[in-house]
């Protein structure tokens, strides 16, 4: 069983501690910055002894060295990636199974913002950590790779149950809902989201964790293949790589 520690950094990242609690064993998910997870660590009374990249941009790894010279933490990323990823040392592909002391993860390759995107699935506790493949209400843009490709990555996602949390890397949520809006003014659910979501940012809370549950009824991106919603935004194109990439480009212009 974990425990999920949040952790803002930067402007809107989020990192993440996760420890096992039968074994307290301890590991990081995406340390951009290395002070808060020290402070943190020390707070707790814990080493690290993981970091997880998702993938390698540089808001995703930028603490990787400084902690591993620190904590001699072991590096886990996609193999694909082992020459941009700074420190890694352990490297894993899909379908492989990666344990935080008992607690076990599944890695999905989910190329699409990059190639080499991996996300670590938790089963047993319901929750995965997908860096920017997946965002509350929205999706990463694509900086390496093509439609067809996140697609792909998001159909594996999507597949997950109704109750896995979501944990993104990054607080997009508000604007990300704004866009969901745009294309669905009379969606009462979305305004009731964006209420919500209001509500806890002026109290400086995340909007993170979503559910699968919630994404898969109000995020746009997962909605490629919904014949009701594409006729509703007047998408009539005849493959999801085609309506993801027209809903892509409607985003990326809002």
């Known amino acids: 069983m974990l425990e999920v520690i949040q952790i803002p950094v930067l402007q809107d990242n989020y990192l993440y501690l996760i420890i096992d609690k039968p074994t307290g064993l301890t590991a990081c998910i995406d340390p951009a910055v290395a002070d808060p997870v020290i402070s943190k660590l020390k707070e707790l009374n814990k080493n690290l ?8 941009h540089y808001d995703h790894v930028g603490a990787n060295l400084e902690l591993k010279e620190k904590y001699n933490c072991r590096i886990i990323g996609n193999e694909k ?7 890694i040392n352990i490297f894993v592909n899909e379908g492989d199974n990666f344990n935080v002391g ?8 989910v190329s699409g913002h990059t190639i080499g995107h991996i996300c670590y699935h938790f ?4 929750l995965i950590f997908c860096g920017d493949t997946l965002f509350s209400l929205g999706c990463g843009r694509l900086f390496e790779g093509s439609p067809d490709i996140m697609v792909e990555s998001l159909l594996k996602l999507r597949s997950l149950p109704n109750e896995t949390k979501v944990y993104c890397a990054h607080e997009y949520t508000l604007q990300n809902a704004l866009f969901a809006l745009s294309l669905e003014p009379n969606n009462e659910a979305i305004k009731k989201k964006i209420d919500k979501i209001k509500d806890l940012r002026s109290k400086n809370l995340p909007t993170i964790p979503s559910t699968l549950a919630e994404e898969k009824k109000l995020n746009p991106f997962l909605k490629f293949d919904d014949k009701n919603f594409l006729n509703s935004i007047g998408l009539n194109e005849s493959s999801s790589t085609d309506n993801f990439r027209v809903i892509r480009q409607m985003k990326d212009n809002f």
């Open 123 to 126: 089963p047993e506790d319901k």
């Open 102 to 109: 008992e607690s076990n993860s599944i890695v999905m390759a």
């Open 49 to 56: 002894d993981y970091i997880l990249n998702t993938h390698h």
């Open 81 to 87: 990636d082992k020459e941009r990823i700074p420190g």
